[in-house]
């Protein structure tokens, strides 16, 4: 039975039920530019987990590419939401209420896990244990790609961690290889010119 935790990014259930009242501040409604490039090139293989994965447009990317695609979210609304847009799309795919810091929990292993904007919520041991969440169900040899707020972002954007190139090797310095961090820009409705971010891909030893 999927886990029922409140997301550590907010505080409790009802808080992230009512951020999708209306759409929240990062719902584009389509897939984030770099992780449309990872499609591209062929980088999303094997069986997909996206992590936070809101209204499921990342899922619902890998399930177009032909993949087994998993989305775990808390939001119940959200997570409907997604489920519509799979059927209107006569698409099959999966999407679980589940906390993304109990992955283990799920009792399945993974090719690829997608994170768009979910680790820049964690910050001590809450991130710790995410990591710690995510290599449990990535296979060894598997890949985690993510999309985070850099520190290059100026002034402030609230709840989430704006984080540092050293901050990401750190997080994954134990069971992992850091393949690369790239300068990337993330989408967001609020923001016009987009924000700076860090798209991260790293391999679970």
């Known amino acids: 039975m999927a ?15 009512d951020l999708y009242a ?24 094997g069986r997909g987990l996206d992590v936070g994965c809101g209204t499921g447009e990342h899922t619902l990317m890998a399930a177009g590419l032909g993949l087994d695609a998993t ?8 997570l409907r939401v997604a489920e519509n847009k799979a059927s209107e799309r006569g698409m099959t795919v999966r ?3 589940h906390d993304v810091q109990r992955l283990g929990a799920l009792g399945e292993s993974y090719d690829t896990v997608l994170d768009s904007l979910v680790f820049h919520i964690f910050g001590g041991t809450s991130r710790t244990t995410y ?15 993510m999309l985070c707020f850099s520190d290059r972002q100026p002034g402030e954007l609230g709840l989430p961690h704006k984080l540092t190139q050293s901050e990401i090797i750190t997080a994954f310095s134990e069971g992992w290889q850091v393949d690369s961090i790239e300068p990337t820009t993330i989408e967001a409705p609020r923001h016009p010119d987009g924000i700076h971010g860090w798209l991260a891909a790293v391999t679970r030893t």
């Open 3 to 17: 886990d029922t935790r409140p997301h550590p990014g907010s505080q409790n259930v009802d808080d992230l039920e």
């Open 22 to 45: 209306t759409p929240p501040p990062w719902d584009t409604g389509r897939p984030q530019p770099a992780f449309l490039a990872l499609a591209e090139a062929g980088a999303i293989r």
């Open 131 to 145: 990591v710690e969440s995510l290599w449990s169900v990535l296979r060894p040899g598997g890949r985690y790609f």
């Open 95 to 97: 999407f679980l209420h």
């Open 71 to 78: 989305g775990v979210d808390l939001a119940s609304k959200a």
